[in-house]
C-alpha cells in the first residue's frame, strides 16, 4: 500500500492529507479540477493531474498507470447554501463524480476507498450521533453525500474492496507547517472571521440568533485539520490491515456556538468584532455533535488540537501569512 491518490488535493482538507502522506514518504497523486482548489496548495512532491473525476477514461488512465491501490475521495462541492439553491450541479458533482470515480475504478489494483462524508447526512435536532443515529440529510448537500455512501458501500460489496466512509464534523484551521490552508471563503466560520479581523473594523454574519440552543446560535463540533489529515492515514492502515470497511465519526465531541466562537477570535486578537444577525439559512442544522466512541476505539485515537483556542490560533497565523504573501 503505497500509491495513493487523493482527489479534491488542491482543496483545503485534500492538501494537508497530501502533505501529511509526503511527510510519510508515500507516492501520492492529486485529480483535481481546480474549481475550488488553488493551485498554490498543490504539494511540489505529489503527481497533480488537472482533471474532472467524472471523466471516466481519463480517471482509469491515471489510475492503472500508476498503480494505484488506495483512493482518499474528497472532491466534491460542498457549500450548503448553494446547494439549496443549484440542487443539480450538486447531484451531478457529488453523486456522479463518486459513482464515475468507482467506475473508473474497476479492475483496477485499488483495494481501500476513503471517502469524505459529512455529519450533515444525519437527522436534525438529534444533539449527539453515533453513527447508528437516524440519517435523514436536511440540506441537498447531505443528501448527495448520502447518496455518495450508498454507491460506495455497494461497489465495494461487488468488487472486494475495503471503504472507510468519514464523516466529518466542521473542518477548521491550518497546517502548522504555514504552507497550507484555507483560501476560498464561503460558509465557514473560521475562515470568516479570520478575513473579517484583517480589516479595520471587523464585522461578521450570524444566520439566526433564535435556534433552541444555549445563546440562540447554531451549535457544532469544529476539528483541526491537522487532525483530520492524521485520522485518515490511520483509517488506512487499519482498513488495508484487518481488510474490513468501516464508517465513522470524525470529530471531538464538544459542542461550539457560533457565538463562543466569535468570542474566542476576539479574545486573541482582543479586537471587538460587529455582529449583524441575518436569518436562518435554508439546510442549516440546528445542532450537531459527534459521539467518536468508535473512532477511538478503532486507530486509539488521541487527537493533538482538541482545542478550541489552538484552532483559532492557527486559523489567524495562516490568514496572515496567505494575505502577507499575495
Ligand atoms: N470543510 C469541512 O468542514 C467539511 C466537513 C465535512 C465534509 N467535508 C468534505 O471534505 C471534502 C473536502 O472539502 P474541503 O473543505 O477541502 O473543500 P474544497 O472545496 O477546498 O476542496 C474540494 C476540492 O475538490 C475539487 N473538486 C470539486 N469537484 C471536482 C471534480 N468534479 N473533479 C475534480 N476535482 C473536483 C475542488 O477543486 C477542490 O480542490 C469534501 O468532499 C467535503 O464534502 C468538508
Known sequence: MKNVLVTGGAGYIGSHIVELLVKKKYNVFIIDNLSTGFKKLINKKAKFYK???????????????????????????????????????????????????????????????????????????????????????????????????????????????????LRFFNVAGASPSGKIGQIKSGDQLFKNLSIALTKKNPKINI?????????????????HVSDIADLHLKIL?????????????????????????????????????KIMIKKRRKGDMEKIISINNKLKKFIKWKPKYNNLNKIVDSALKWEKRFRNNL
Open 51 to 165: 482533471s474532472d473525476i467524472k471523466k471516466i477514461k481519463k480517471t482509469k488512465k491515471i489510475i492503472n498507470s500508476n498503480n494505484i491501490d488506495s483512493i482518499f475521495h474528497l472532491a466534491a462541492y460542498l457549500s450548503v447554501g448553494e446547494s439549496e439553491k443549484k440542487p443539480k450541479k450538486y447531484y451531478y458533482n457529488n453523486v456522479t463524480g463518486t459513482s464515475n470515480l468507482l467506475k473508473a475504478c474497476i479492475n483496477s489494483k485499488v483495494k481501500n476507498f476513503l471517502f469524505s462524508s459529512t455529519c450533515a447526512v444525519y437527522k436534525d435536532g438529534n444533539f449527539k450521533v453515533d453513527e447508528n443515529t437516524k440519517l435523514l440529510p436536511k440540506s441537498v448537500y447531505g443528501k448527495t453525500k448520502l447518496y455518495g455512501e450508498k454507491i460506495i458501500k455497494h461497489h465495494a460489496k461487488k468488487y472486494n474492496v475495503n471503504y472507510g466512509i
Open 237 to 273: 492502515s487499519k482498513i488495508d490491515k484487518i481488510k474490513k470497511s468501516v464508517i465513522l465519526n470524525c470529530g471531538y465531541g464538544s459542542g461550539i456556538s457560533v457565538l463562543q466562537v466569535v468570542n474566542a477570535f476576539e479574545k486573541k486578537t482582543k479586537k471587538i468584532i
Open 207 to 223: 444566520y439566526g440568533s433564535n435556534y433552541n440552543t444555549k445563546d440562540g446560535t447554531c451549535i457544532r463540533d469544529y476539528i
